[in-house]
Each structure stands twice: as C-alpha cells, then as structure tokens.
C-alpha cells in the first residue's frame, strides 16, 4: 500500500524518559513534516525536511530532534519526556510544496 | 488572533441538509487545503485550491483571493461525513501549513 505510515499507533511512557516515533513514506515524496495535535484538537508544525536537510523548525523544546535518515524516513526523538508532550503527533508528506499533503495515522503519546 | 479562522466551531445538521464551512485568513497563501478528521483520528486531505472551485462527489469547495476566504460546501449531507474539518493556508513565505481550529460537523439521521 502507498500511504505514510508512522509507529508506533499509541505510546505511554513516564515523565523522563526518551521515546522516537517512526515515520515512512513510500510516495516518492520529497518533503516531509512533522506536526503535533493538542488537547483542543489544534495542529501546528513542528519540523519539515526537503530532501534530508531541515527546512522548517518551529519554536519547540530543542527536546525534541527529528532525525531523517534518508528521504523516506522523518523519525522523531523526544528526550526527557514531560506532562506537557502529551498530545498526537501526526506526520505528512508532499511532494514540494504546492502539492496535496498525505498524512499519517498519528502517534497518540500520553506521557504519565 | 489566529492567522486562519474557521467558522462555525461547531455544526449540527439533519441528514440531507446542505452544509457551509467558512474559512477566512489574513496572510498571503500559495494554496489552501481542506482537511477531514474522523473521529478515529486520521487525517485525510479533501481538497487542495489555489483558485475558484473544485468539486468531489457531494463536496465543493470555492476560495476567493481577494477576500482572503474559502467554503467548504457538503450537498445532501449524510451522517458519515460527521468529522472534524480543518481549513489549512500554505503561506506564500514559506513552505509550511498554518492550520484553522476545525470546525466539528455533526449530521444527525
């Protein structure tokens, strides 16, 4: 199946630890992105690669480290998990820029 | 204040009515892209425009430039089109989405 796939689905894991969610697309998409949900439902980016180099890194926890192996993978590491990273985190992908975006199932994280 | 509004915050509907999402931005966009949510969370792109209209089955959507506005449009709505739906502006100084609130649809039998 082409799609973005992001693992794992649900994670729970205790304040202070370090956790990476996974992220694949095999769309041949040169962009992928990083975006996280709140509890009130509202997206907002948190970091976009073009072609492995990062090109977009909004003001978040320097906590936070997406790491892109190659141009499929978008993988995000979380030190030092907080309270406060509790949220979905969803990633996409595109191709450039004016293209429609294809998103992935979404990480549920709960941080207790 | 937020740079993409979405109005209503909230919209329910009888089976078969006619539904009118609104999204109105203050930036300058490149595209603009209507989004689904399904309760269960996944997040599906209905529509991408960067001008006039476009339709899909029983859903249009329309944009205005010059007004800075686009409407998402549900024909004959149907209980399975209840969602969460997200209006997101590509803006034109960069390469990221800026997202509406969501509006939560709700279309009752």
């Keep these: ?112 | 204040k937020n740079e993409v509004e979405q109005s209503p915050q909230n919209l329910t509907a009888q089976e078969g009515e006619f539904i009118t999402i609104n999204c109105s931005y203050s930036v300058g966009i490149s595209a603009l892209h209507w989004l689904q949510q399904h309760p269960g969370g996944g997040i599906v792109s209905l529509f991408m425009l960067s001008s006039g209209k476009k339709k899909h089955g029983r859903l249009i959507a329309t944009i205005n430039i010059q007004e800075k506005h686009s409407s998402l449009h549900i024909t004959a709505s149907h209980p399975r089109d209840s969602a969460v739906y997200i209006c997101a502006v590509l803006e034109t100084s960069g390469s990221r989405l800026t997202f509406g609130e969501g509006t939560q649809l709700t279309v009752n039998p």
């Excluded at chain 1, 956790?19 to 948190?46: A, P, V």
């Excluded at chain 1, 180099?53 to 993988?75: C, G, M, Q, W, Y």
């Excluded at chain 1, 450039?96 to 199932?105: A, D, M």
Aim: glycine share 6%; hydrophobic share 30%; aromatic share 10%.
């Design chain 1, 1 to 112: 199946d082409t799609a973005v796939s992001q693992t794992p689905k649900y994670l729970v894991t205790q304040m202070g630890n370090d956790k990476s969610i996974k992220c694949e697309q095999n769309l041949g998409h040169d962009t992928m992105y990083w975006y996280k949900q709140d509890s009130k439902k509202f997206l907002k980016i948190m970091f976009s690669y073009n072609n492995k180099e990062l090109i977009i890194n909004e003001t978040v926890p320097n906590r936070f480290s997406p790491k892109s192996p190659d141009k499929a993978h978008l993988n995000l590491h979380i030190n030092s998990l907080e309270l406060g990273d509790s949220a979905v985190y969803f990633c996409a992908s595109a191709r450039g820029t004016i293209r429609g975006y294809t998103f992935g199932s979404g990480t549920r994280l709960t941080v207790v």
